[in-house]
């Protein structure tokens, strides 16, 4: 397959010693077997307090498409994918996670979806029956709720995985804190009324592990912003403000 455009991997990352130096180099190493025209690796660093920053620089200075920004403290996903999207420079802008959960070989299929049919957006879809937990299970039925809201058909509502136009993302501001921002993704997405389709993807098993206590306080959150994009979806419908 032969891609003449140029793409735009963007990223966050907040204590990943173990993880983004393997997973970059998988992109860069996929990018260039691919013979893709131009590309970039934008990585926004959330504060990191472990040895990721360290990586991060040495990964910049032996690969020239490696792009790095650092917070000095913590602010959340959104605030640092905002970031990545908004420093970004090519045409079209595949979203990822730096953990490696969802390999670049996916890259492929979405690739393949958005210029078949020229959609806007292609948002990746997870099997769920490969990893069943209460957050699996959780993300699943909020997915569910979101596409009544929002009147939609999304197979994954809450997929980080993207692959997007990017004069679409640029339009963006995601506002949420922690990992409601793939969910907050989507939305705005089809609030721009963006042509979107979902492809079938692979992904590795999450390997972050939750106690009780933080699955049932995400849980909470991730209710809590629901209830918020619901509310907001409501205000734009009723022209009393803009998406």
């Known amino acids: 397959m032969k891609i003449n455009n140029s793409i735009s991997i963007v990223t966050a990352c907040f204590n990943e010693e173990k993880k983004i130096k393997k997973t970059i180099i998988s992109w860069i190493d996929f990018l260039k077997k691919k013979k893709i025209k131009k590309f970039e690796i ?3 660093d959330d504060g990191s307090t472990d040895k990721t920053r360290k990586i991060l620089d040495n990964l910049k200075k032996k690969n020239k498409e490696v792009r790095v920004y650092k917070f000095k403290k913590n602010f959340g ?5 905002n970031n990545s999207i908004r420093k970004s420079k090519n045409e079209f802008i595949l979203v990822n996670d730096s953990d490696n959960q969802y390999p670049i070989n996916n890259f492929l299929h979405l690739w393949k979806e958005i210029t078949k049919h020229n959609y806007d957006v292609v948002i990746g879809s997870r099997s769920r029956l490969k990893e069943l937990t209460f957050l699996s299970i959780g993300s699943y039925l909020s997915g569910k709720i979101m596409n009544i809201i929002y009147k939609s058909n999304v197979e994954d509502f809450n997929c980080a995985l993207k692959l997007s136009k990017s004069k679409i993302l640029k339009r963006i501001n995601l506002e949420a804190v922690g990992l409601n921002y793939s969910t907050e993704m989507t939305a705005k997405i089809i609030e721009m009324k963006s ?9 590795n098993k999450n390997e972050k592990k939750k106690g009780i206590k ?9 209710l809590i912003f629901i209830t918020y994009l619901f509310l907001r979806l409501t205000l734009i419908r009723l022209n009393i403000i803009k998406s």
């Open 214 to 222: 933080r699955i049932a306080k995400d849980s909470v959150n991730r």
């Open 77 to 81: 996903a959104s605030v640092a994918f």
């Open 195 to 203: 042509k979107i389709s979902s492809v079938k993807i692979y992904h």
């Open 42 to 44: 934008i990585i926004t």
